[in-house]
């Protein structure tokens, strides 16, 4: 059985808040009930973080950017699974070709 490992809150130095948390301290920063300092202080979040998300710095996905969008993932996985249903399912090779053909058609759309 695979465990999902999850770390204490307050054994590293990295990241020791929850999502929660930054939530309710940028909502107390935009409604100017704290200070940036102060809710970073409150909250014990560090004041770069708290900075970067009020102003909306670093918000994008942390790693490589993926060449297919969540919702073209999903429709890649609902196609295998219909085919999965109809009897052939598919093979890796199968789903390599379905993406070629998804990537081909989003470079030139007048191909369709």
Same mark, same amino acid.
């Given at each position: 059985m695979v465990? /999902? #490992? *999850?770390r !204490? @809150?307050?054994v590293r130095r990295y990241r020791d808040y929850?999502?929660?948390n930054l939530e309710?301290? &940028?909502? /107390?920063?935009?409604v100017n009930e704290y200070s940036l300092r102060k809710a970073a202080s409150e909250y014990g979040i560090p004041f770069g973080t708290l900075y970067? /998300? #009020? *102003?909306?710095l670093h918000v994008r996905k942390v790693g490589h950017p993926t060449i297919f969008s969540a919702q073209e993932e999903q !429709? &890649? +996985?609902?196609?295998?699974? +219909?085919c999965g249903d109809w009897g052939y399912p598919l093979s890796k090779e199968d789903m390599c070709f379905l993406q070629k053909i @998804?990537? @081909? @058609?989003k470079a030139e759309p007048s191909l369709i």
């Open positions: 465990r /999902k #490992y *999850k !204490n @809150i307050g929850t999502d929660e309710e301290a &940028l909502q /107390k920063v935009t970067n /998300k #009020y *102003k909306g !429709n &890649l +996985v609902k196609c295998a699974a +219909v @998804i990537l @081909i @058609i």
